[in-house]
């Protein structure tokens, strides 16, 4: 191939993959979302990797400009959990890096990579090479009369735009009519784990809740909600409402439906800590590379609608498949990566309990986990049944314990025997 020939071949491939670039930015300003994979803040491993923190997450893109900051922003929004501390959001052009400034320095839109950092006045970026960035200071974010973010374009002295997402036709002329639907108020308690407290007061938080439940399961009924609330704004929720036999089970089991509900977002909040201090062992060790994606609960709240006890839930994409049931049985291939993973959390919460009790009913999208059950030793404690409906006691240990190999999850965390 002559000298000319391979610069016309070169200019070809570079028209198309911009092509290409421009397809997939059309195809996000249509859908209104972005397809992110949040990576770790910083790198690890041989290979100076960052890691996957969670599966890919669909988050909302309301700008009409395709642009570095006005990715930020959509990021920030969503992932409001974390920039609440004071992180903001950093677009990498990969695993391995390095820090992007502008859109043409991303491989592709399809799939967009982020990082959450510590906010400077000058943003200085450590990229995997091991060299500094010194990226110019961000734009203030300055709210619109909508409550929005308005969006830094590009070009220093040109002035910030911000478009609200465009209505379909059928949207515009439901607005010709009367609209029946009204939002439902629901008053949301929070417990900590730090104070091992609940809040005295409730926070009234208004949703859109879906009329019927998306799946049910053995003790409660799920419906989709949406909330305008600057809290849960950024996300999809769900809201579980307790199924007629349910109830009876905990009258019978001499609970009320209050104590109970605080029971399920109590167990919840222990099943998110030994999945964090599994997470912490990993990277105290050293085998993040060799472990891999790591475990996570969703939020979780109790709320009171109307008269009735529910919770109100984060609500995960993807596949759902339980990997551990509540009676200790396996419900996964044995070569299953994410199953082997969940019989180490169960064998690690097992030993970090000293035997006392154990994480089942392991199950979720990927690493992203939600309605566990813990099985105690004891099934009572000074007259009261601990923990939920599911709790089958020394039954599902035993059962857990008979069926459960040690993989090499748990050689990697040199968990003792069972």
Not at 4 to 25: D, H, I, P, S, T
Not at 194 to 199: G, I, N, P, T
Not at 217 to 229: C, I, L, P, W
Not at 324 to 334: H, K
């Amino acid at each position: 191939m002559s000298n000319q020939q391979w610069k016309k071949f070169k200019q070809n491939m570079k028209e198309k993959r911009l092509a290409k670039g421009k397809k997939n930015e059309r195809c996000i300003l249509n859908s209104g979302e972005l397809v992110v994979q949040r990576l770790s803040s910083s790198v690890s491993g041989k290979a100076q990797k960052y890691s996957r923190v969670g599966p890919r997450e669909f988050v909302s893109f309301p700008y009409e400009e395709m642009t570095i900051n006005n990715i930020k922003y959509a990021c920030e929004k969503h992932f409001s959990s974390v920039t609440e501390s004071g992180l903001v959001c950093d677009v990498v052009a990969g695993d391995q890096g390095p820090s992007c400034r502008t859109l043409e320095q991303l491989p592709d839109t399809k799939v967009i990579h982020v990082r959450f950092i510590e906010s400077v006045d000058s943003e200085v970026v450590e990229t995997v090479q091991g060299t500094l960035e010194s990226q110019p200071k961000r734009p203030k974010k300055i709210p619109n009369s909508f409550g929005g973010s308005p969006s830094q374009i590009g070009r220093a002295n040109e002035p910030a735009k911000y478009y609200p997402k465009s209505l379909s036709i059928s949207e515009m002329l439901k607005l010709g009519k009367k609209i029946e639907e009204t939002t439902t108020t629901v008053s949301l308690f929070t417990f900590d784990l730090q104070s091992m407290s609940w809040s005295k007061k409730p926070e009234q938080v208004e949703f859109s809740v879906s009329k019927k439940p998306f799946a049910s399961g053995g003790f409660r009924d799920a419906y989709k909600a949406t909330s305008v609330h600057q809290k849960f704004a950024s996300k999809t929720w769900v809201i579980k409402k307790y199924l007629p036999q349910t109830l009876k089970t905990i009258e019978d089991m001499g609970q009320t439906v209050e104590s109970h509900t605080k029971k399920v977002v109590q167990m919840h909040h222990l099943a998110a800590s030994m999945a964090a201090n599994l997470s912490a062992t990993v990277k105290k060790i050293g085998k993040e590379e060799i472990f891999g994606e790591l475990f996570r609960y969703t939020d979780i709240f109790m709320g009171k609608l109307d008269d009735d006890f529910i919770t109100v839930e984060e609500f995960v994409t993807g596949e759902f498949v339980k990997y551990i049931n509540n009676t200790g049985e396996l419900c996964t291939d044995p070569n299953d990566e994410y199953g082997k993973k969940a019989e180490c959390l169960a064998h690690f919460s097992f030993v970090k309990s000293d035997k006392k009790l154990i994480l089942l009913d392991i199950q979720g999208s990927g690493a992203n986990l939600y309605d566990p059950e813990v099985a105690s030793l004891e099934l009572q404690e000074d007259g009261e049944i601990l923990f939920c409906a599911g709790n089958l006691s020394k039954i599902a240990i035993d059962a857990f314990i008979a069926f459960h190999v040690c993989n090499k999850y748990c050689e990697l965390l040199q968990l003792q025997k069972l």
